[in-house]
């Protein structure tokens, strides 16, 4: 299941009030903000976020990123490919702040360019341990459960979303914003037209058909 813009932003904004309220969590909240605008607005494969190191994001001006995904599902020989974000989404989203505020707390923590860009703790240094793929599922189900529990009026309303959720939630996103199949196919990093099983309109977009009729 596609996971929807709203409740990205929900959930960002619930980190970051979280963090603003328990400041011995902010490193850990900021850098689950990070993966999950990494995660959505890049359309990466868990093993893609997984395999981030942080010297594969590099700051443009104005906010933008471009992350340096150097081996993947459909790029076994390692041969790269540089996903572009931009300072902020259509949606409203201000991923280049997001990113940034991450990788500034990862280097000021003495993290090296080989260093993961996501680690337990966080933490880096010597031995830092990079999240394992299957981890990725475990934080984001974890998060929502504890944002359910702090925001009763959502609770038990959301559903048992997978990690890979990002991707087709951002693939989704893209499309009901008007970029085309082969726009999101090449930021997606899709070979073949499986993409589209992931821009597949949202309820709310099917449910806006019937206001043209």
């Known amino acids: 299941e596609a996971f929807p813009v709203p409740l990205l932003r929900l959930l960002l904004g619930w980190l970051a009030a979280t963090a603003d309220g328990a400041p011995a969590r902010r490193a850990e909240l900021e850098q689950d903000a990070c993966w999950l605008v990494v995660g959505f607005f890049g359309m990466l494969r868990r093993s893609e976020l997984a395999g981030l190191r942080l010297g594969d994001v590099h700051s443009l001006t104005g906010g933008v990123h471009v992350v340096r995904i150097t081996r993947s599902k459909t790029d076994q020989v390692g041969a ?118 992931y821009i597949l309109p949202s309820a709310a977009a099917k449910a806006r058909i019937v206001g043209c009729m």
Do not use: C, N
Request: charged share 25%; glycine share 16%; net charge positive.
């Open 80 to 197: 790269g490919v540089d996903v572009h974000l931009g300072a902020s989404s259509g949606s409203g989203v201000r991923i280049g702040r997001i990113i940034g505020r991450h990788l500034e707390r990862a280097r000021s923590g003495g993290a090296e360019p080989s260093a993961p860009l996501f680690t337990r703790g966080p933490q880096w240094g010597p031995g830092s341990e990079a999240w394992r793929k299957e981890g990725f599922t475990r934080r984001l189900r974890a998060l929502l459960g504890e944002m359910q529990r702090a925001l009763p009026q959502i609770a038990g309303r959301v559903p048992d979303y997978a990690s890979h959720s990002l991707r087709r939630g951002g693939a989704t996103a893209a499309a009901e914003g008007g970029a085309s199949g082969e726009q999101i196919k090449a930021h997606g990093r899709w070979r073949s037209e499986a993409v589209s099983a």
